[in-house]
């Protein structure tokens, strides 16, 4: 299945999530990404919003200069959920089991909201591994 996008006007749920304003613009890519190699099995849900104003060839070839992505701060949460039906048929889990949600905030330089990507796992299909 191919990822799906759309313009977007933010409503309070939407906004609260993002972490922007509730009714500002925004252009999301969402869908299923999977392993390309081997049996192609689903990784997670893939939503990622770009802010309305900012050009989307940008987002669509990730076509980021370097000094571009070193002037960008990104806040990284982790966070704890349970899949609901329409996602878990999409990454043919168990409606209701664990997930883990990675929300990336992308911010320019000036701390303005640039991008935000939310990546829902099911839990048994993410790990960090941290050495120090």
């Known amino acids: 299945v191919n990822p799906q996008t759309a ?60 000094e571009e992505v070193a002037a960008q701060s990104v806040e990284q949460l982790v966070t704890a959920s349970v899949l609901d039906d329409p996602m878990a048929g999409a990454l043919d889990a168990t409606p209701g089991s664990a997930a883990l949600v990675i929300t990336r905030r992308h911010l320019d330089e000036r701390g303005r909201l640039v991008s935000v990507g939310i990546h829902t796992h099911p839990a048994d299909r993410y790990s960090i591994r941290t050495t120090l």
């Open 7 to 66: 313009e977007v006007i933010l409503d309070s749920a939407r906004a609260q999530r993002l972490g922007a304003r509730r009714g500002s613009m925004w252009f999301v890519i969402e869908g299923v990404r999977a392993l390309r190699k081997g049996n192609g099995m689903p990784l997670c849900w893939s939503e990622q919003y770009l802010r309305g104003d900012f050009p989307r060839a940008k987002l669509i070839r990730a076509d980021f200069t370097l």
